[in-house]
Structure formats: structure tokens, C-alpha cells
């Protein structure tokens, strides 16, 4: 589970019309959307600024794949996420990631409730080393035998 939000929206809102806002929130679940392959894995907007991306049955999913595949998230955002991007704002739209995975059957995983509230902790984090990071846990990842 990725929860994602954008850095700085509420800044962003005031400032700038509904058409640009919409732009932008297109503009990051259009790049966050075309990262994903299966038709298992979804992305759902949650509020103006969250949104959620499920990874469903990925049985390999380690730590370090899901540190690439943040960084992934974070590529496409720079990427295709900023269509409002021009020499007059110069304002790149950046997002903050909290990541957790665990398998449903595993100890470690204690609900749904607890898997989105670790979630949305490692989020707070990320949001809290001044955005454009993303946070990761081991705590709730079930471990496999090499």
C-alpha cells in the first residue's frame, strides 16, 4: 500500500483556479497511473491531495523493490505530473509517499486498519522531512526464506 500525497497542495490551492488545480491532480494520477501493469493494482483518490495505490498479490515485494518503486512514483510525478510547469511559476509539483506491505495471512499483519494507519505514519514522515520523500517500514512485511 502507497498513500501519496502532494506536496504543498493547500498552498497551491489558494493561490491558483479550480482548471489548474484539476490540472494538476490529472496531471499526477495520469504519471502515477501509467506505472502500474496489472490489472490487480489500482490507484484511487482519496481527497484533493491523497490518494491510494494498491499492489495486489506481489509475492516478491521486497524492502528495496518498494524503495525502487517509490522512487519510480516520484520519476513519474517530476516527469508528467506538472503539466502547469513553465518559466513563469517554475513550481514543480512533488509528492510524499508512505509505504507498507504485508501478506494478509502473515503474524505481522494485524488488520486493515493498522496496515493504513502504518501507511499513513510513514506518510507523516515523509511529509515531515520536507516533501518529495518517501518512508517505508519493515514492520508489517512478511519474511521470506532466500
Same mark, same amino acid.
Given at each position: 500500500?502507497?498513500?501519496?500525497?502532494?506536496?504543498?497542495?493547500?498552498?497551491?490551492?489558494?493561490?491558483?483556479?479550480?482548471?489548474?488545480?484539476?490540472?494538476?491532480?490529472?496531471?499526477?494520477?495520469?504519471?502515477?497511473?501509467?506505472?502500474?501493469?496489472? %490489472?490487480?493494482?489500482?490507484?484511487?483518490?482519496?481527497?484533493?491531495?491523497?490518494?491510494?495505490?494498491?499492489?495486489?498479490? %506481489?509475492?516478491?515485494?521486497?524492502?528495496?523493490?518498494?524503495?525502487?518503486?517509490?522512487?519510480?512514483?516520484?520519476?513519474?510525478?517530476?516527469?508528467?505530473?506538472?503539466?502547469?510547469?513553465?518559466?513563469?511559476?517554475?513550481?514543480?509539483?512533488?509528492?510524499?509517499?508512505?509505504?507498507?506491505?504485508?501478506?494478509? %495471512?502473515?503474524?505481522?499483519?494485524?488488520?486493515?486498519?493498522?496496515?493504513?494507519?502504518?501507511?499513513?505514519?510513514?506518510?507523516?514522515?515523509?511529509?515531515?522531512?520536507?516533501?518529495?520523500?518517501?518512508?517505508?517500514?519493515?514492520?508489517?512485511?512478511?519474511?521470506?526464506?532466500?
Amino acid at each position: 500500500l502507497f498513500i501519496i500525497e502532494i506536496d504543498n497542495f493547500q498552498s497551491f490551492s489558494k493561490t491558483n483556479d479550480n482548471a489548474e488545480i484539476n490540472n494538476i491532480i490529472l496531471g499526477v494520477a495520469n504519471a502515477l497511473n501509467s506505472i502500474l501493469r496489472r %490489472e490487480s493494482d489500482f490507484l484511487a483518490q482519496t481527497s484533493d491531495s491523497h490518494c491510494l495505490m494498491f499492489l495486489v498479490n %506481489e509475492m516478491d515485494y521486497k524492502y528495496k523493490q518498494a524503495t525502487l518503486f517509490a522512487e519510480k512514483l516520484h520519476q513519474a510525478i517530476a516527469n508528467h505530473g506538472n503539466p502547469q510547469q513553465d518559466a513563469v511559476t517554475s513550481s514543480l509539483v512533488t509528492a510524499s509517499i508512505g509505504h507498507v506491505s504485508c501478506i494478509p %495471512e502473515s503474524h505481522n499483519c494485524k488488520g486493515p486498519q493498522a496496515f493504513i494507519n502504518a501507511a499513513q505514519k510513514h506518510l507523516k514522515k515523509a511529509v515531515k522531512a520536507g516533501g518529495n520523500y518517501s518512508r517505508t517500514s519493515l514492520k508489517f512485511k512478511h519474511k521470506y526464506s532466500e
